[in-house]
């Protein structure tokens, strides 16, 4: 059985080798045919060919002093206006020159002696022409030369900047990020005005090549933390990415927490603050969504709002929404516990006026409390998906469906009621962790029918291990409550004066328990020593 082990063994080792060479060799090929030729006509058949002769491909032939070269844009693409007057009309006076030009003075005239677009780039591969023939560019192919020359004439459509609608605020600038990458940076770049302020474009997904740019401070960021992130994007193993939730499972050590160490934010000035302190950003084109990396857990529970009213009423707020956390993942699963296993510990009246209830009702407590949750969350999808003015009406039949007829056809109590009303408006305090808080409301309400206030605990116990388990490029997401620093709560459940705040800048990777290791300091370390 050994020697037929060893046997399967070194026939898997030479399969493998086979099939990396042949991989090899495969894509040594495709590299030398991905390369434009210097003939104009092969270069429209291959890219003809490859491009599977789409509708949306224009293309127009010149001859510019007796030079064929072709025209090549995107239909819908490029702005038709800018293409006429900033690059047609130059090529035609061109065109009107005396003759004895060669393609060389032609590429030497477009690359050096005329600005016909500020954004103006080379080609010498035909997934490099399709990337940015895709992106709004227009391209100018050059018979007799095995490059094709590219200039930035978007003039596509898109949403225009409005205020975000999952993030609304009292006071503060109401404009949100938008769909394309470039608008989006450039919303940053107007807020930041210092040359510390680094973007770096790369592109993910092997079939879309989706535009991607990491935002960061150079003076700020971690260097080896930047290097890790830049590292994992490079080898994403995705073909297309649409949304910015592609890449952010790839970009957390624990993706299956209930948690997530990864932000998002659709606010130009919530990102600027957060590249102030040292973190990285990352937007994805086609989405308004940035993501934050890294994002603490307590940053769930603050707003826009909490920097520009006074202090007390911050304070009052912010406990609010943490009440209000705890309230929908724990109200229902402790209500069900005790009225299943310790209802010795309900006052008299109440637990009168809750026997009397259940006691009219056909289904156990915990059945209960999970069917009128699923219905609740079955209306509340239907609500958010159909258009809405067959969303108020979703409204209006929930309302009548479990306010009413539930109770009065004895399918559920009226106590029953009153915890999923409160759990449904305190879920919606903290919109960004929706997702977390409704699975966990389903997990803690089985806990506590099942096990009681045992289970409870034992929830909330496995809950806090797993939200302190989550780490983003070596910082826990639960600093500073755990590791516990004083000083670094002046801005957690309470926030002190911006004449405090305002004295000291704040590094991501000063919070306590970080590992988030920083090049730049030690470097500034070690030249201090160098000094005699």
Known sequence: MAWLKALRQSAAQKLAQYRRESYLSMGSDVEKQDHLVASLSENMISLRKQFGNSSDLLNRELCLQGIRVQLLACEGLVS????????????????????????????????????????????????????????GFAVLLIDGLGVGICFGLQGYNFRSISEPS????????????????????????????????????????SQSRTDLCLVYMTDRISEDFLNQTRLRLQQLPMDVVLESAYIQPFLEKKPYSFFSGIGTTERPDTLCAKIAEGRLAILVDGTPFALILPFLFHENFQTVDDYTHRPAYTAFVRILKYISFYLTILLPGTYVAVGVHHPELLPHALLRKVMEAEASTPFPLMFEALLIQLIYELMREAGL????????????????????????????????????????????????????????????????????????????????????????????????????????????????????????????????????????????????????
Not at 99 to 127: H, N
Not at 175 to 201: A, D, Q, W, Y
Not at 404 to 427: E, K, N
């Open 80 to 135: 038709l206006q800018s293409l006429t007057e900033i690059l047609s009309d130059p090529l035609n006076a061109y065109a009107s020159q005396s003759d004895g030009k060669t393609p060389e003075d032609l590429y030497r005239w477009l690359r050096q002696e005329v600005m016909l677009a500020p954004d103006q780039k080379e080609v010498y591969t035909y997934s490099q022409l399709f990337q940015f023939l895709m992106s």
């Open 166 to 205: 999952a993030e609304v605020n009292v006071r503060g600038s109401r404009e949100g990020f938008v769909e394309p990458i470039r608008i989006n940076m450039t919303m940053i770049r107007r807020r930041i005005k210092s040359p510390k302020l680094k973007f770096e474009l790369m592109t993910v997904g």
């Open 385 to 532: 998906r159909l258009p809405r003015p067959v969303g108020h009406a979703i409204g209006i039949v929930g309302a009548l469906v479990i306010g009413d007829a539930a109770v009065s056809a004895g399918l559920i109590g009226t106590p029953m009621v009153l915890i999923v009303a409160l759990t449904a408006i305190s879920s919606f305090v903290v919109p960004s962790l929706y997702d977390s808080v409704t699975v966990l409301k389903f997990l803690f309400i089985l806990a506590g029918g099942i096990f009681g206030l045992f289970g409870i605990t034992l929830g909330v116990s496995a809950l806090l291990l797993n939200l302190c388990s989550v780490t983003v490029g070596g910082v826990p997401t639960t600093a500073p409550a755990t590791p516990f620093n004083p000083y670094s709560l002046r801005d957690m459940f309470l926030r002190a004066g911006w004449k405090f705040l305002g004295k000291y800048v704040f590094h991501i990777e000063d919070v306590p328990g970080s590992q988030m290791g920083d090049k730049r300091l030690d470097a500034a370390a070690q030249k201090k020593e160098d000094q005699p």
